[in-house]
């Protein structure tokens, strides 16, 4: 049976991991990579699935890739060529599933956005199938907030790379960051810098689904997950342990998150739909199409537009 292999990055925790734990069961002919900036992380994952199902173990393997390092997504693609050869392409499928919620703006963006674009580039060729960009819900929203000449360049689907770069270099610059971006035209700051990170990332969706048309190349939204992600924005003078749990404990109580493994419905979609329509374009938590400049609630009707 020829396995086909799925690459999913920041696949250590969270949906990255409940993503790969749910290619291995569901779909028998994956063979699934996951992408990890710590090697000792990502064996200890693997262990954990292994733990659940041994047979596993053919099916899996770790690849370091630091997805804010040129240096180190060069040398991951390099590992896979060495591996499994370049052509025919290796890798059936990519998600691009690494982020960062808080910190320095520079830092969100270049993991957030260049971090994707960095992966595109080393890891397109590679790919005979599927890439699939994982966004958020709080990328339409940031984009409903923003002035019409924001909006216009966000929603533009001639965007260039260069237009998002330049974007993302004046953001750095705002001498007080996230407070300055209602001031000019990005509206209020949702959640410091993740919110516009996502509204360009779903904006990179068209430059990247017209630089590969080989490819299905599509974004989606998981849904609010109760992860890591969220111990981010705990204050700084609470334990990451209490903050963790406070997370985990709170958040599907009050706010209605969603198990990891639900997380998985909208990707798992993008990646194994036989009849997936269309190209660079962006979906819901329930696996259908959403606009990118208005909020869609799951389990309401899907965008029809353009």
């Not at 509206?187 to 630089?211: C, F, I, Q, T």
Request: some cysteine.
């Amino acid at each position: 049976m020829t396995l086909r292999r799925v690459l999913v990055t920041g696949a250590n925790k969270g949906i990255g991991l409940a993503l790969v734990r749910r290619c291995l069961a569901d779909h028998h002919d994956t063979f699934c990579i996951l992408g990890c900036r710590s090697r000792s992380r990502g064996d200890a994952a693997v262990s954990a699935l292994l733990a659940e199902e041994p047979a596993w173990k053919e099916r899996v393997m770790v690849l370091e890739l630091d997805t804010a390092s040129t240096e180190s997504v060069r040398a991951a693609a390099a590992r896979v060529v060495s591996l499994f050869g370049a052509s025919p392409p290796p890798l059936y499928g990519l998600v691009n599933n690494a982020g960062i919620a808080a910190g320095a703006m520079e830092d969100v963006l270049n993991v957030n956005v260049r971090g994707v674009r960095r992966v595109d580039t080393a890891f397109a060729p590679l790919l005979s199938s599927r890439l699939v960009q994982m966004s958020s819900g709080v990328g339409p929203m940031t984009v409903s907030k923003c002035s019409d000449a924001r909006k216009a360049l966000l929603l533009d689907p001639n965007v260039t790379w260069e237009q998002i770069d330049s974007l993302m270099s004046e953001v750095v610059a705002y001498p007080n960051g996230a407070n300055d971006f209602e001031a000019n035209g990005l509206g209020k700051a949702s959640m410091g810098g993740y919110g516009l990170s996502k509204a360009l990332l779903n904006a990179y969706l068209h430059v990247s689904a017209r630089e590969h048309t080989h490819l299905k190349v599509n974004a989606c939204s998981p849904g609010l997950i109760a992860t890591d992600l969220f111990t981010d924005f705990s204050p700084w003078w609470l334990p990451k342990a209490i903050g963790r749990f406070l997370v985990m404990f709170l958040m599907p109580r009050l706010m209605g998150a969603k198990t990891t493994d639900e997380g998985t419905v909208s990707a798992m979609h993008l990646l194994f739909c036989e009849r997936l329509e269309g190209n660079g374009r962006f979906y819901g938590s329930d696996a259908l199409r959403s606009p990118l400049d208005v909020y869609r609630k799951a389990g309401s009707p899907a965008y029809g537009g353009p």
